[in-house]
């Protein structure tokens, strides 16, 4: 299997679309909620908000510049995508201030929490919409295939290992059975026996609160 371009940024973007596949779940669950749920959804909703943190870092930082660098014409649209990270920031930051409420036994309305949720999954999914748009046509018109492969590699090499630890099940979760065969098939062994055995297990029990 030949590996695909942007693998890794559009795997990221297929595990935030489940993500908001779960906060609606979540929403239709309101009621049956007590608050150690609460406790448990809000400990995976820090996950999430970490790791479109870190993927928003990523794009800001490393493959945005690189981009306008190369095609200066895409700036605008470029910035607009900057804006849109700045706004799911405070998204973010809302619902966890709910959810720390939730969990400590405080009353939220269920229509403020559902309301604020669904618009935050529904600007997430259009954002990446979007950004796929912009990224895919400045990718095809700008860069031949080796500079994206190298780009793409030079970023993951720059990455700590905690945050590639802290992916890796995220990840997986949405890789289809020949994605992950050909993922792991270069890595070294301890890292799949890891990733087996400890990161998955804790994975699987806390997105078991938010519908798997």
């Not at 979007?130 to 994206?148: S, T, Y």
């Not at 890796?168 to 087996?196: C, G, H, Q």
Request: glycine residues 4%.
């Amino acid at each position: 299997m030949e590996r695909p371009l942007l693998f890794g940024y559009y795997l990221t973007h297929r595990a935030l679309r489940k993500d908001v596949d779960r906060l609606k779940f979540v929403t239709g669950r309101f009621a049956a909620y007590n608050q150690r749920d609460w406790m448990k959804v809000m400990q995976w909703f820090n996950y999430h908000a970490q790791m479109v943190h870190h993927h928003h870092e990523g794009e800001d930082t490393f493959f945005f510049p690189i981009i306008r660098q190369r095609a200066p014409g895409f700036a605008p649209e470029l910035q607009q995508m900057d804006d849109e990270h700045k706004a799911l920031d405070r998204f973010e930051e809302k619902l966890s201030m709910m959810l720390n409420s939730l969990g400590n036994s405080t009353q939220i309305a269920a229509a403020d929490f559902n309301n604020l949720a669904l618009a935050y999954g529904r600007l997430v999914i259009s954002h990446l919409d979007a950004e796929e748009n912009v990224v895919g046509r400045a990718i095809n018109q700008e860069f031949k295939r080796e500079e994206v492969i190298e780009a793409e590699d030079r970023y993951t090499r720059m990455m700590p290992p905690e945050r590639l630890r802290l992916s890796l099940p995220w990840l997986a979760d949405v890789m289809t059975k020949e994605e992950r065969n050909m993922f792991f098939s270069v890595l070294p062994f301890y890292v799949k026996w890891i990733y087996l055995w400890r990161l998955k297990p804790q994975f699987d029990r806390m997105v078991k609160c938010v519908g798997s």
